[in-house]
């Protein structure tokens, strides 16, 4: 045999070495693609009905969201109904109310110092009528007097 040959004989050697872990890599590749397309037919199968209780599901909470927002809007109008009220009721009552308060407060006030000077003939003097004092029939020491202006300002 001569060069020529050999090197022809180490070349077909290494072809067919190369050919053989080829066709051994090609058989592992298509088992691998076909548990891939096993496992895709799998989460297909079992991803089909999950997608259909998602679209359920939210559908429901669409339903919900729907009836919350009527009763939102509802006691938004209760809300505003109860304002006017109230609104109406303190400009009907209030003002009135007020002045009734106010003319009975004076009526009592002036029916009380009224009894209070016709009771011992007491004399007011114009510093005490100035504020607001009534001195009935007995003077009131020096020492309580002075105690009760500081109690009236403290």
């Known amino acids: 045999m001569s060069g020529g040959e050999v090197a022809g004989l180490i070349v077909a050697v290494f072809w067919a070495i190369l050919v053989s872990f080829l066709a051994v890599v090609l058989a592992r590749l298509a088992q691998t693609l076909k548990q891939a397309t096993r496992l ?24 919900q ?11 938004q109008e209760v809300t505003a109904n109860a304002s006017a009220l109230s609104s109406t009721v303190a400009s009907t009552f209030g003002g009135p109310l007020v002045k009734v308060a106010a003319f009975g407060y ?5 029916v009380g110092l009224r009894g209070r000077e016709d009771d011992g003939g007491g004399r007011r003097s114009r510093a005490d009528a100035a504020r607001g004092k009534v001195i009935v029939g007995t003077a009131i020491p020096a020492g309580r007097r002075g105690s009760r202006r500081t109690r009236g300002k403290g």
């Open 40 to 63: 895709v037919a799998d989460v297909t199968e079992q991803a089909v009905p999950l997608l259909g209780e998602a679209t359920e599901a939210v559908r429901s909470a669409h339903t």
């Open 65 to 75: 969201l729907d009836r919350v927002d009527n009763i939102t809007a509802d006691v």
């Open 106 to 110: 004076g009526v009592r006030r002036a």
